[in-house]
């Protein structure tokens, strides 16, 4: 952990333990719902989502990101509640959410058709993300069993999130689809790991994917601005 980031940290240590109280209430009410009164299972979702906005400002916080970020919304799923952190510079969403399993980060890009544009500073904010032993990759769409048929190579048993992500944009583009999905970027933590370094992970997280979304965005922004001028 960095000296800032530590900082940070540090400056807010004293409210950990309310997290934790809280958290551990939200995953515990799922194997206990029939023992809560209706008002408990109401306010719950609401105490959980404003500990995770708590949380998501200290992520903010690290970044030091030139931008502005909306984080008054959330929605309940199945397994508790999911913030919804969104960037009004670039329109991209994230999700800092509790389930079953604990607590993930979530995202994916706006502006994926400007893969072909990325450094590779890009591609190393990617393989940050790819370090955290909670890591992972989620197609959100499928191609069709006609593509798969036409180009069996390469639709085999593959995993890694790389040829996934180049999969998905070349053949996007060779099969003329109007919307490019790259996928779902998702990091993971259990109930039991160290808070503290639960939460410094999130920080990190959260930038690695700001960072990514902010370069497939800023290709989109030039080339307005550009047309703009033509005018």
């Known amino acids: 952990?960095?000296?800032?980031?530590?900082?940070?940290?540090k400056g807010d240590f004293k409210n950990f333990?309310?997290?934790i109280e809280v958290l551990n209430r939200q995953r515990n009410?799922?194997?206990?719902?029939?023992?809560?009164?209706e008002e408990e299972l109401t306010n719950l979702p609401y105490e959980t989502s404003g500990i995770l906005g708590e949380i998501a400002d200290l992520a903010i916080e690290y970044g030091n990101f030139k931008d502005d970020f909306d984080t008054s919304k959330m929605y309940v799923n199945l397994y508790g509640p999911s913030l919804i952190i969104e960037s009004k510079k670039t329109g991209g969403t994230y999700y800092l959410a509790t389930d079953l399993e604990g607590i993930y980060l979530t995202t994916s890009f706006l502006h994926a058709d400007n893969l072909k544009n990325m450094s590779d500073s890009f591609w190393l904010e990617l393989f940050k993300l790819k370090k955290f032993s909670g890591?992972?990759?989620?197609e959100n769409s499928f191609f069709s069993i006609d593509v798969q048929r036409k180009y069996p190579e390469l639709f085999h048993t593959y995993k890694d999130t790389l040829f996934l992500m180049?999969?998905?944009f070349f053949?996007?583009?060779?099969e003329k689809h109007n919307d490019i999905d790259i996928g779902n970027f998702k990091v993971k933590w259990k109930p039991d790991e160290d808070f503290s370094k639960m939460i410094?992970?999130?920080?990190?997280?959260?930038k690695s994917m700001y960072k990514m979304d902010y370069q497939l965005w800023k290709i989109t922004d030039l080339r307005m601005k550009k047309n703009d001028t033509r005018k």
């Open 200 to 206: 410094s992970e999130i920080c990190l997280a959260f």
């Open 166 to 168: 180049f999969r998905k």
């Open 171 to 174: 053949l996007s583009h060779t």
């Open 17 to 19: 333990d309310r997290w």
């Open 29 to 37: 009410s799922l194997f206990d719902m029939e023992n809560q009164s």
């Open 135 to 138: 890591f992972e990759y989620e």
């Open 1 to 9: 952990m960095n000296n800032r980031l530590n900082n940070i940290i």
